[in-house]
């Protein structure tokens, strides 16, 4: 168990830029010891320098998550460099706009990959140690995951998919020392939300459905939502889905 001396260790994907670096910046500011994964391997590595600049214990794993075995990996490498595990943070995603009938099959299995079935292998590796640790795993959603969203609907089921993910693993181990729990933030100010575009002919009315009448969220307002259901203070939440949408989803 997790002494007051001992620092909690958490794995984090997609921890290279955007929510998953500002989940690894919230997380540095409470102590914990970080191990950071992304494919960009410069950017995590940049990602890591500025946060041990900063004071916190960081290390970086490069590798692409939508291999399963590269997701064991980088548990074992978590393990391997800190000797524990706390927190599994699955933040790490792809999203894209196409036309439903347009979708490539190619990017249809690389979007499930790595927004479905790369949190199921990291918490299927990942399991052991979190029971060990009396630890927990939060899942970063998406509004997508609550409601019909067009022009992103292979995106919309993978977040869907992870919903239950969250919803199933929390059941199957509600007597086990562990919590799991997921985040469904709405729009954010990223470089991919900034780098995204809706096909040119879509109908903007429906895309307005699920945009809301608030600006995006910075990704640290997310951040601190996932730092704070990650940590001790979080005791009681498991099984537990927390919108960050700014009311998209309220109704």
Same mark, same amino acid.
């Given at each position: ?9 958490? &794995? ?30 410069d950017r995590l590595e940049a990602t890591r320098a500025a946060l041990v600049a900063g004071g916190a214990s960081a290390a970086a794993y490069a590798t692409d998550i939508s291999v399963k075995a590269n997701c064991a990996a980088a548990v074992a490498a978590a ?10 943070? %699955? ?7 196409? $036309? ?9 299995? $690389?979007?499930?990959?790595? %927004? ?45 998919? &992870? ?89």
């Amino acid at each position: 168990m997790t002494g007051p001396a001992t620092p909690r260790v958490a &794995l984090i994907t997609g921890a290279a830029r955007g929510l998953g670096r500002a989940i690894a910046e919230a997380l540095a500011q409470q102590g914990v010891t970080l191990m950071l994964v992304d494919i960009l391997a410069d950017r995590l590595e940049a990602t890591r320098a500025a946060l041990v600049a900063g004071g916190a214990s960081a290390a970086a794993y490069a590798t692409d998550i939508s291999v399963k075995a590269n997701c064991a990996a980088a548990v074992a490498a978590a393990i391997a460099q800190f000797g524990r595990l706390d927190i599994l943070i %699955n933040a790490a995603g792809l999203m894209r706009f196409n $036309h439903a009938a347009d979708v490539p099959e190619e990017e249809f299995w $690389h979007l499930m990959q790595v %927004n479905a079935a790369a949190p199921f292998w990291f918490a299927q590796a990942a399991m052991p140690h979190l029971l060990a640790s009396r630890g927990n795993i939060v899942n970063v959603l998406s509004q997508s995951a609550l409601m019909g969203t067009a022009y992103i609907v292979p995106y919309s089921m993978s977040k869907a998919a &992870l919903l239950q993910l969250t919803k199933s693993l929390a059941v199957e181990y509600e007597d086990q020392p562990i919590r799991i729990n997921a985040v469904a933030p709405g729009a954010m100010m990223t470089e991919i939300s900034a780098s995204t575009r809706p096909p040119a002919d879509a109908d903007f009315a429906k895309i307005k459905r699920y945009s809301g009448a608030r600006p995006p969220a910075q990704p640290a307002e997310v951040a601190a939502v996932v730092a704070f259901i990650s940590s001790p203070a979080a005791s009681a939440v498991h099984g537990a889905v927390w919108p960050a949408d700014c009311g998209v989803t309220a109704g």
